[in-house]
């Protein structure tokens, strides 16, 4: 049977030309960065590379970059670095919105728990769109905002460049999680002028186990990883070279090509949205109809579980994911559905469809096909 991957946000294929970038950093260039000799100069002036590049692509002048494993960690030392810091000026207190990926989520709830900070819920509309009112009104000059640039159930993207101005207004800092959004929106630090950014490279095709935080310079950032003193200080631990070469070797791939692939996702991304609220009865889009993610297309279904939908799918040869989380034995409604103002009930028939580069008309046409028999048998079944 041939497979189709419909699941680009949970995460993406490699390019093999950002394959190839990354070999010889494995075998040839395998120095340590911190190393003062030749290798270990070769090793570094790769990182430094990166770094540039990145911040480039960024448009970012008054910002620095701490490489990291990946989205959680950068939105872990986000949180963490700011409010941990043993001085003054630390930040006590952060405003997060109800639709965070729980590597922000469950950060902030800890740094509560803790006694490190207290949290306040910032409130959403039924699209999962910031209401800037209520966010100017939370607001102090001691706070850390950290809201999702586009979420990763629902695809609604939020006006970061609007959140980030309203937040300064009031002296307070704005973090990003940008790992979905990397993949797809023109971030332009020069323009949405935030103070802390999160990305992780498997989402546009770079490799996994890398992602980075890129921060205002100003920002007293408090290393979470203690070790050798690499990354200035904030982020101890040799660098993992190969994968830094392939988060920068992706991210140019996805700017560089970033119009046509939007054009081909977008298209794909409609065709889905539009045949199945029309072919399916009781179906619903999640997440905003218009600011939403070019690649990203999400429903609930009434009668029907998101999890067996998923693996009833799964059996005939379609990869996706619910918006539920599916934890074997115990399904529980997405929190973000929730927040939204959907019932529970409903919230459990959760499924998200994310196209990508490489998914074909022909593949897209095919699920399509099969989608609407598939949920009548779970409802009658
Ligand atoms: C919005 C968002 N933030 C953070 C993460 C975590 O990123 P990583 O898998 O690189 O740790 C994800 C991954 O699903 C995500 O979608």
Redesign the pocket.
């Known amino acids: 049977m041939d497979r189709v991957y419909l699941d680009y946000?949970?995460?993406s294929p490699m390019d093999p030309r950002t394959v190839e970038r990354m070999l010889p950093f494995f075998t040839q260039q395998f120095g340590n960065p911190s190393s003062l000799h030749y290798f270990g100069q070769q090793a570094d002036s790769a990182v430094d590379l990166a770094r540039n590049a990145i911040l480039r692509l960024f448009k970012s002048l008054d910002h620095d970059l701490v490489f990291t494993?990946?989205?959680?960690?950068?939105?872990n030392l986000a949180l963490k670095g700011v409010t941990t810091p043993i001085n003054q000026s630390r930040i006590k207190r952060i405003l997060i919105s109800p639709i965070?990926?729980p590597?922000?989520d469950k950060t902030a709830k800890r740094l509560e728990q803790d006694g490190t900070v207290q949290i306040d819920l910032l409130r959403v509309d039924n699209y999962g769109l910031i209401l800037h009112n209520d966010l100017q009104n939370k607001l102090t000059g001691t706070t850390l905002a950290s809201v999702?640039w586009?979420?990763?159930e629902i695809g609604t993207i939020n006006d970061i460049g609007k959140i980030a101005q309203i937040c300064h207004k009031s002296g307070a800092l704005l973090h990003t999680?940008a790992?979905?959004a990397a993949a797809h929106l023109n971030i332009n630090l020069n323009e949405t002028d935030v103070d802390m950014l999160?990305i992780?490279?498997?989402?546009f095709s770079g490799p996994?186990?890398v992602?980075c935080l890129v921060f205002r310079k100003t920002i007293n950032l408090d290393s979470q990883i203690v070790g050798g003193g690499q990354e200035s200080g904030k982020r101890g631990g040799t660098h993992n070279v190969p994968l830094i070469v392939g988060m920068q070797a992706a991210l140019e791939m996805a700017y560089k090509d970033r119009e046509s692939i939007n054009l081909h996702l977008t298209n794909l991304r409609d065709q889905i949205i539009a045949e199945i609220l029309k072919n399916i009865p009781g179906s619903s889009l999640t997440g905003h109809p218009v600011y939403r993610l070019p690649n990203h297309a999400s429903f609930v279904f009434e009668g029907v579980k998101g999890q067996e939908l998923v693996i009833a799918l799964d059996m005939a040869g379609f990869s996706v994911s619910s918006g539920s989380a599916c934890k074997v034995g115990n399904p529980s409604p997405s929190q973000v559905l929730l927040a939204l103002g959907i019932p529970e009930n409903l919230a459990m028939g959760a499924l998200r469809v994310t196209v990508g580069r490489n998914t074909k008309e022909d593949e897209v046409r095919s699920f399509l096909d099969v989608l609407p028999n598939i949920v009548n048998n779970l409802r009658n079944g």
């Open positions: 946000a949970a995460t494993s990946g989205g959680t960690e950068s939105d965070e990926h590597a922000v999702v586009a979420n990763n999680d790992v979905q999160s992780g490279a498997h989402k996994k186990g992602g």
